[in-house]
C-alpha cells in the first residue's frame, strides 16, 4: 500500500486470494517474479496480493494456497473471457448470503468521449440488502441483513470485497484513484453498507503506455487524460463495477465446505422479481 500511494506504481501482477493465504502467495510471486527475464540484479520487489476471509466455506486455518497454486495461476494467465462465480479466489466466497464469487463487467465509451475501456473484476465476499437495478431482491427473497431485531455477527452484512479496476486511459495514479473511489459507488448501488467489519478495497490501473513513467530525463515525459475528460470514465466505472458483483452471484454455484453449504442465489426468482418491479437490463 505503502508503494502504490507514495510511487503510484505496481511491480507485480494483483493476486487474489484468502486471508490466510496473503503470505503464501506473496511470497510464491516474489519466487517466481525473481526468475522472469531481466530480474537478475533486482533485489527489492512489493507483491500486490488482495484478499477476503472465506472461512465461512473454506478451511482457512490450514492455508491451502501453495506456491505451485500461485504459479499455475500465473501461468495460466491469458487474454479473453475471465472465469466467472466459484472459481478462484471466489471459490469459498458468500455476498447477500448466498454464493458469492468472481465477477466481472466492462464499458466502452464512445468514440466522442474517447473511446476508452473500463473493465472492473470483484472478488464479492460482503453481505447487505441486495438489490439489482434498483428492484429490492434481497427483501423480496426474504434474506437480507438485521431482517430480525437482534441478529448474530454473520447476519449484520459483515464480509469484504476486492475490486480491481483496470483502463487503458491514459490516467495518472492521481486520476487513478479518482477513478478507483466512483467503484465504490458501484458497490453501494447493490445494497452494501460497508459494514462495521467490511474491508473494501479499490485497486485501479492503467495500461497505457504514456503515463509509463521515464527512468531518466533523456525519455519523454507521460501523456494524461484532463480532468475535465474523467467523468465518462466515472460513469463507466460505476456502472461496470455493480454489474460485475451481479455477475459473481449470478454465475456462481452452490459450493460445500467445513460442513455447510451455501446456496446460489435462485435466477429464475431475482428474473420474477426483476420483471414484478419492471426493471430492464441497461
Given amino acids: 500500500m505503502t508503494q502504490l500511494r507514495e510511487l503510484g506504481e505496481l511491480e507485480t501482477p494483483i493476486l487474489l486470494t484468502c486471508t490466510l493465504c496473503v503470505w503464501n502467495a506473496a511470497d510464491a510471486l516474489v519466487g517466481w517474479m525473481l526468475e522472469q527475464p531481466g530480474m537478475g540484479n533486482v533485489r527489492s520487489i512489493n507483491p ?70 473500463v473493465g472492473v473484476l470483484v472478488q464479492s465476499n460482503f453481505g447487505g440488502i441486495l438489490q439489482v437495478l434498483g428492484a429490492p ?10 431482517k430480525r431485531e437482534s441478529q448474530p ?25 479518482r477513478l478507483a473511489a466512483r467503484a465504490i459507488m ?12 467490511s474491508g473494501d478495497y479499490v485497486l485501479a490501473f492503467s495500461t497505457n503506455p504514456k ?43 452452490a459450493t460445500t465446505g467445513n460442513g455447510r453449504t451455501v446456496e446460489a442465489i435462485p435466477l429464475d426468482k431475482v428474473r420474477a422479481i426483476l420483471d414484478k418491479y419492471r426493471v430492464t437490463s441497461r
Avoid: C
Fill in 211 to 253: 503515463v509509463r513513467r521515464p527512468m531518466s530525463a533523456r525519455r519523454l515525459a507521460t501523456e494524461e487524460l484532463a480532468n475535465e475528460e474523467m467523468s465518462a470514465l466515472f460513469e463507466a466505472a460505476v456502472e461496470s463495477t455493480e454489474e460485475a458483483i451481479y455477475n459473481s452471484l449470478f454465475a456462481a454455484t
Fill in 48 to 117: 500486490v496480493v488482495a484478499e477476503t476471509n472465506d472461512g465461512t466455506l473454506n478451511a482457512i486455518r490450514a492455508r491451502p494456497v501453495r506456491a505451485e497454486h500461485v504459479r499455475a495461476a500465473l501461468g495460466a494467465a491469458s487474454v479473453g473471457r475471465v472465469a466467472e462465480g466459484s472459481v478462484g479466489a471466489g471459490t469459498g466466497t458468500v455476498a447477500f448470503g448466498w454464493k458469492g464469487g468472481i465477477g466481472t463487467s466492462s464499458r466502452v465509451l464512445p468514440t466522442a468521449l474517447g473511446g476508452w475501456t
Fill in 153 to 177: 455477527p454473520a447476519d449484520r452484512g459483515d464480509g469484504s470485497i476486492v475490486m480491481v479496476v483496470a483502463t487503458d486511459a491514459p490516467l495518472s495514479d492521481r486520476n487513478l484513484e
Fill in 137 to 146: 431482491v434481497g427483501k423480496e427473497l426474504g434474506q437480507y441483513a438485521y
Fill in 186 to 197: 458501484g458497490l453501494a448501488r447493490t445494497g452494501s453498507s460497508a459494514s462495521n467489519g
